[in-house]
């Protein structure tokens, strides 16, 4: 009788310490950065991932914590394989500015931040809110010129930047310039594409294009922007 009674009270116990485990390890993280959504993370997300990951915009939002929890680890995921923000091109084809990607103090925020448990923070810590800015839009009133297959210019012209138009869901292209001199020059590589992903192509300086120049590598059933210099 005395014996089962201690065997009682010992695996009482146990299953207590067990359920305190479990509610540490699945009721709520441990607490382990300083890093807080309120105060870090959601200047990230508002720079590099509100022009798609917001109320109506092309992916599910992650502008308000409640929103972006569920998604901590896979955000963690997608910054580290670099993965997100998507640029849809092949890197070091073409020259353009304003890539859009996290630097790396940022990766290393988001990471942390999840590591240490994703917290929220305080609301006292959060920007004031601004309006959306897409990143790097096509100002309005630019002059562009649209075309699909091989196209041969005219005239000169000097080209700002791309906009993939009208593009199938996971393109690949490239499209270079091949001047009247007979050299080719690489412009840029759709790759792996998506129109979710759409967002104008800057070049890093405008580039000169003589008359006589054939742009290739465009797919008949495609449409690309050049977008024109002033
Ligand atoms: C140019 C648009 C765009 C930007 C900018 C962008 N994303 Fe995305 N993201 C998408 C789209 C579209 C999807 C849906 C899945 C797909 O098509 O790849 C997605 C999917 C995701 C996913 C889910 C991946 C999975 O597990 O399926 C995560 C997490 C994510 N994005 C995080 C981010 C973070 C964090 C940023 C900013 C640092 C960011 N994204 C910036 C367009 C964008």
Wanted: proline residues 9%; glycine residues 8%.
């Amino acid at each position: 009788m005395e014996r089962r009674g201690i065997q009682s009270i010992f695996s009482w116990a146990l299953l207590a310490g067990l359920a305190n485990l479990a509610n540490v390890a699945w009721g709520h993280d441990v607490i382990t950065t300083k890093i807080t959504f309120d105060r870090e993370i959601i200047r990230i997300v508002h720079a590099r991932c509100e022009s798609c990951h917001r109320e109506g915009g092309s992916a599910f939002s992650l502008m308000t914590y409640d929103e972006a929890r569920p998604w901590a680890k896979a955000m963690q995921e997608e910054v580290l394989e670099r993965r997100m923000p998507p640029w849809g091109a092949v890197k070091g084809f073409g020259e353009f500015r304003d890539d859009q990607a996290l630097t790396p103090e940022q990766i290393e925020l988001v990471a942390d931040w999840v590591e240490g448990g994703a917290p929220e923070g305080e609301p006292k810590d959060l920007p004031p809110v601004a309006a959306p800015v897409p990143p790097a839009a096509v100002p309005h009133g630019s002059q562009q010129l649209a075309f699909s297959g091989d196209y041969k210019l005219l005239n000169s012209l000097k080209l700002s930047g791309i906009q993939p138009q009208k593009i199938a869901g996971d393109s690949s292209f490239q499209i270079t310039a091949e001047l009247p001199d007979g050299s080719i020059q690489p412009l840029l590589w759709l790759q792996p594409y998506k129109p979710a992903y759409s967002h104008p192509f800057w070049f890093r300086r405008p580039v000169s294009l003589p008359r006589g120049t054939v742009l290739r590598g465009v797919p008949q059933t495609a449409t690309v922007n050049l977008l024109l210099a002033r």
